[in-house]
C-alpha cells in the first residue's frame, strides 16, 4: 500500500531535549516536505526537499533541522524544542514536487507537545 | 495581504444544498490549485486540482478557477453529513517556486 508513515504520532516532551520525528515513503517519490498546522494559521511549510542531499528552507524553518540521506526518509529534528514548536506536523510527498497535477501525500501526523 | 485568504467559516449547509467554498490568491504567477479535505484530527486528503480558467467537475464537486481574479472556488452539490470537514484551498507557486502554499481553511458543516 501506497502510503507516508511518521512516528511518533503523539509526543510529549520538555523543553531543550532534542526529538527527531521520522518521516518515510514507499512511493519513490523525490519530493518530500514538512508543515506544521496550528489554529488560525493553517498549513506552513516548514522544510521541503526536492531530491536526496537537496532541501530548502519553507515558510517557518526556525528552530527546525531537516536530512535527507535516502530518497525514502525525511526526519524532522527539534535539536531545542521550546513550547512555541507545540503544533501538530504532517510528512507529505510527491513524485516531483513540480508537476501541475501532482498529488501531495500526506502523513497521519504527529501531534507535539513541548513543556 | 496574505498569500491566499480563505473564509474560515464556520459555513453550515442544509443537507442536500450547495455548498460553495471560495478561496484568493495573490500569486498571480501560480500554476495551479488545489483542494484538500482535512476531517478532524486527520490529515489533509486531495479532492481536486485545477489549472485551467473554467470549471471542472469530479462528481458532486466543481472546482471554478478564474486567473484574472485571481480566485478559485469549490462547489460541493448535493451535500452530504460527510461532507462537514475543513476545506483546504492550495496553490502551486511559479516556475522555479515550486512551493505549494496553503490557505487557513474553511470548516463546513453539513446539516442534516
Known amino acids: 500500500e501506497a502510503q507516508v508513515t511518521q512516528n511518533p504520532r503523539y509526543l510529549i516532551t520538555v523543553t531543550g531535549k532534542k526529538l527527531t520525528v521520522t518521516c518515510s515513503q514507499n512511493?519513490?517519490?523525490?519530493?518530500m516536505s514538512w508543515y506544521r498546522q496550528d489554529p488560525g494559521l493553517g498549513l506552513r511549510q516548514i522544510y521541503y526537499?526536492?531530491?536526496?542531499?537537496?532541501?530548502d528552507k519553507g515558510d517557518v524553518p526556525e528552530g527546525y533541522k531537516v536530512s535527507r540521506k535516502e530518497k525514502r526518509n525525511f526526519p524532522l529534528i527539534l535539536e531545542s524544542p521550546s513550547p512555541n514548536q507545540t503544533s501538530l506536523y504532517f510528512c507529505?510527498?510527491?513524485?516531483?514536487?513540480?508537476?501541475?497535477?501532482?498529488?501531495?501525500?500526506f502523513g497521519p501526523g504527529t501531534r507535539l507537545l513541548v513543556l | 495581504q496574505k498569500e491566499v485568504e480563505q473564509n474560515s467559516g464556520p459555513l453550515s449547509v442544509p443537507e442536500g444544498a450547495i455548498a460553495s467554498l471560495n478561496c484568493t490568491y495573490s500569486?498571480?504567477?501560480?500554476?495551479?490549485f488545489f483542494w484538500y479535505r482535512q476531517y478532524s484530527g486527520k490529515s489533509p486528503e486531495l479532492i481536486m486540482f485545477?489549472?485551467?480558467?473554467g470549471d471542472k467537475e469530479d462528481g458532486r464537486f466543481t472546482a471554478q478557477l478564474n486567473k484574472a481574479s485571481q480566485y478559485v472556488s469549490l462547489l460541493i452539490r448535493d451535500s452530504q453529513p460527510s461532507d462537514s470537514a475543513t476545506y483546504l484551498c492550495?496553490?502551486?507557486?511559479?516556475?522555479?517556486?515550486?512551493?505549494?502554499?496553503f490557505g487557513t481553511g474553511t470548516r463546513l458543516t453539513i446539516i442534516p
Open positions: 507529505a510527498s510527491s513524485l516531483t514536487g513540480t508537476k501541475v497535477s501532482e498529488t501531495q501525500y
Open positions: 512511493m519513490n517519490h523525490e519530493y
Open positions: 526537499s526536492m531530491n536526496v542531499e537537496v532541501t
Open positions: 500569486d498571480q504567477g501560480s500554476q495551479s
Open positions: 485545477i489549472y485551467s480558467n
Open positions: 492550495a496553490f502551486l507557486g511559479a516556475f522555479g517556486n515550486e512551493k505549494l502554499t
